[in-house]
């Protein structure tokens, strides 16, 4: 990586834990559970086989399906954090998904226990602060929204700081999940959830209009209404951006068309993010480089995307300074 931006102390707040492990650690930890693989779940050149959207997330569901106790959860979240502090991450919280794990029978509370584990090495090895996002699947409807929020708003967690909810955006509709929404933020969690990736501006509307939400998971596409632009700049609504991912979904055809610029020009808070790293033949630390590259962004703007991005994250206050502090202005 080039040197200036190798040292650029960055942060990722828009990544999912079950779309970072690569398909050797799939396999490894398919094997040592005795998991036979779905055929057809890598390329020739070994990465994950898909081709759209809906194809992403069945292979994602797949990947997942190795999983299968709670040293595994502690095995990818090591991994995936210590990946994001070789690359000069000062701090990044990752999408969690208790229906991915529950669906292998593996408890919420055996998760948590698995992935804390996790932080905790990499925090004392690694110069990196992580933290844990509850992430409720779209797909799988309101009901199972609600008994995720419950799951975690009755088992708090330390390294547990927000809420979210990612999965098939042309499913059921924002309001839908108001009740979920609603329990985790009335305790005290701050949420954010995934809009206007493959839905348009419409779906960022009602993202902000029916969700107590700070935060939209990529967002992107509200670049197709200016007055949404205003709203989400005037409401500190941050934008979690991850271009690698957008290209390879095929929601821009290249990173000319894509809108980060247009965004930040905005006024509206910024981060660059991976995504599904192990999907997107990406990085945290790849993203930074292509906004150097294709958005010709200044080390100086680079800086301060990651600290816009502090300032979005859902750690506590003190953190935050402590964090900030770190980044040059
Ligand atoms: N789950 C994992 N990655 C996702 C994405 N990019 N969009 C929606 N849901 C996801
Ligand atoms: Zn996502």
New binding site residues.
Partial sequence: MDNQIKNIPKVELHS?L??TISPPLVRRIAKRNSITLKDGLFTDEDKFAWED?VG??NA?DEASFCLRKSIDYEDITYEYFKSCALEGVIYAET?I?PDHADAVGISYQEMILGCAKGIERVEKEFDIVARLII?C??HLGPEKAIEVAKLMTDNPHKYVVGFG?????YMYTMNDFSPAYNIAVNAGYPCTT?AG??CGPESVWDAINCLPVSRI??GVRSVEDRELLTELANRNIALEI?PG?NLA?NVYPNWESHPLNEILGSGISVSLNS??PA??DTTVGKEYLNGSKFFNLSTKELCNISAMAIKASFVDKKTKSRLLSKIPQ
């Fill in positions: 999912h079950e779309g959207f992403f997330l994602y999408f998904s992430s699947v779209r909810m990612g999965g098939n955006e995934h990736e493959v998971g990529h991850c991912s979904l995504d599904d999907f997107f």
